[in-house]
């Protein structure tokens, strides 16, 4: 059977700007992604995202929606959480502080976590960060359009960083996502060039194959069928509606 | 020795916007050579053996050619480079085969 790969990191200029966004889509469907997770705005409409869907419809790739929350204290993440879990398929917190790190990895509402600041200091990913994502089924989410940009000191210090990182991931077996991370069609990668620059901060070829294959799509359906109607509880779900049903 | 060949098409930002001309070979070459070096330095690119074997500027096709022990490094590097002649650029890998012909029947194909 072929394997499904997802790119649940797609960061399109606007949504106001449908052409921008539509050309991003049709480009991951070109390269082979079936998958594909957008960023959207926390207050986004109903009605764009149903025209999102439509786009990725068209295209032949199943969208995922997503939304990025950067919280400038735990208190303020914890509110976000609340507003918006039921709103979004993936939800990831872009950790800016220790505080906001610690609080996103035992939080079993957030679904990624992501670190932006190619800086040593500006990333909390260590092992008691991961010991407590390992509990909250939080995955750790690698972006590539950075190693892309980068260039010369910068991009060395982030494959240090990264390789840390992606070791402590496996000791404390932390789900670990690779994305694009991309804004425009040419930061884009096919899935077997994505498992060659993970080469580059030590990944294995199976691990890098599940980032982007298993790992995300697991997250996805997990969270799907807890947005479904039919969800009751964790382990708990309507199996059947209807007259045919005793009344207790 | 075994070798690799690699078929590779360019993307380039929309042609309207940067208003440049056609890639050479030498801006194709120089911009994976360079990736090359930036990432594995002279001793890996001396273990690759890499050479650009074709280029078709009309299609936006080239041909890599590289030791089959170094197929991995060179993946890599062709996948990181981001820009040619001061153009954005994505090379997005076709095929690899082990010779010319069978990988020249499947971009016919």
Not at chain 1, 238 to 246: K, T
Not at chain 2, 24 to 38: H, I, N, P, T, Y
Request: a positive charge.
């Amino acid at each position: 059977m072929k394997r499904v790969y997802a790119d649940l990191h797609l960061k399109p200029p606007s949504i106001d700007d449908p052409e921008a966004t539509k050309a991003l889509i049709r480009e991951a469907a070109r390269l082979g992604y079936s998958l594909i997770g957008v960023t959207l705005p926390k207050d986004v409409k109903a009605e764009e995202v149903e025209k999102l869907k439509e786009t990725c419809k068209s295209e032949g790739v199943d969208l995922a929606t997503r939304v990025d929350l950067s919280p400038k204290n735990s208190r303020d993440l914890l509110e976000e959480l609340r507003r918006v879990r039921r709103r979004f398929e993936i939800v990831a917190v872009e950790c800016g502080n220790k505080q906001i790190a610690r609080q996103a990895a035992k939080d079993r509402r957030v679904d990624i976590l992501s670190f932006k600041s190619p800086e040593p200091r500006g990333r909390f990913f260590d092992a008691a960060e991961a010991e407590l994502a390992s509990g909250a089924l939080s995955a750790l989410e690698i972006d590539l359009a950075p190693l892309l940009v980068l260039s010369g000191f910068l991009r060395v210090r982030l494959l240090s960083i990264l390789r840390r990182e992606v070791f402590l991931a496996g000791k404390f077996g932390v789900p670990v996502v690779l994305s694009s991370g991309a804004s425009e069609r040419l930061l884009l990668r096919k899935p077997r060039e994505c498992i060659a620059l993970a080469r580059l901060f030590d990944m294995d070829f199976e691990a890098a194959k599940s980032a982007l294959s298993e790992t995300p799509l697991s997250i996805v359906e997990r969270n799907r069928k807890k947005l479904s109607p039919n969800y009751v509880a964790p382990g708990v779900y309507v199996v059947r509606r209807g007259g045919d049903c005793p009344d207790t | 020795m075994r070798r690799r060949y690699i078929a590779v098409k360019i993307e380039l930002e929309d042609d309207e916007l940067s208003g440049c001309g056609k890639l050479s070979k030498g801006d194709v070459w120089g911009a994976v050579w360079r990736r090359f070096l930036q990432l594995y330095g002279e001793y890996g690119a001396s273990q690759a053996d890499l050479s650009l074997v074709e280029y078709n500027p009309d299609e936006n096709y080239a041909v890599f050619r590289c030791s089959h022990k170094a197929l991995e490094t060179v993946r890599t590097a062709i996948s990181a480079v981001t820009e040619v002649r001061g153009r954005k650029a994505a090379f997005h890998i076709i095929y690899v085969s082990g010779t010319l012909k069978a990988l020249r029947k499947r971009i016919e194909k």
